[in-house]
């Protein structure tokens, strides 16, 4: 079992920052790729960044340049830093890790766990 918390969601005026965190728990032998998404009201839920193992990062075209995606391997956490908030960035961001856990049964199995969700609301 992998959990995932995630904090650091809020209310901020457009022009703004947010930094938002998500911690990944349990089970863990690895972790590859770390994902924030968003979902805003009536839309699907659409990926932001992502990085891998290795560092490599990729972002939407909405978000390039103004977000940063950044992990902290020794803690299993993922960062999103979000600058020069807009209001269309309104949304529900999720946190997505996938890697390879294990148990004394199984020993090692691929894992795809997401988070809670927190609500990040951009003021204009």
């Known amino acids: 079992q992998v959990q995932l918390v995630e904090s650091g969601g809020g209310l901020v005026q457009a022009g703004g920052s947010l930094r938002l965190s998500c911690a990944a728990s349990?089970?863990?032998?690895?972790?590859?790729?770390m994902d924030w998404y968003r979902q805003a009201p009536g839309k699907q839920r659409e990926l932001v960044a992502s990085?891998?193992?290795?560092?490599?990062?990729n972002y939407a075209d909405s978000v390039k340049g103004r977000f940063t995606i950044s992990r902290d391997n020794a803690k299993n956490t993922v960062y999103l830093q979000m600058n020069s908030l807009k209001p269309e960035d309104t949304a529900v961001y999720y946190c997505?890790?996938?890697?390879?856990?294990?148990?004394?049964?199984?020993?090692?199995?691929?894992?795809?766990?997401w988070g809670q969700g927190t609500q990040v609301t951009v003021s204009s």
């Open positions: 990085i891998t193992s290795g560092g490599t990062t």
């Open positions: 997505n890790v996938d890697g390879i856990g294990y148990s004394s049964t199984v020993l090692y199995s691929p894992f795809n766990s």
């Open positions: 349990g089970s863990i032998f690895s972790i590859n790729t």
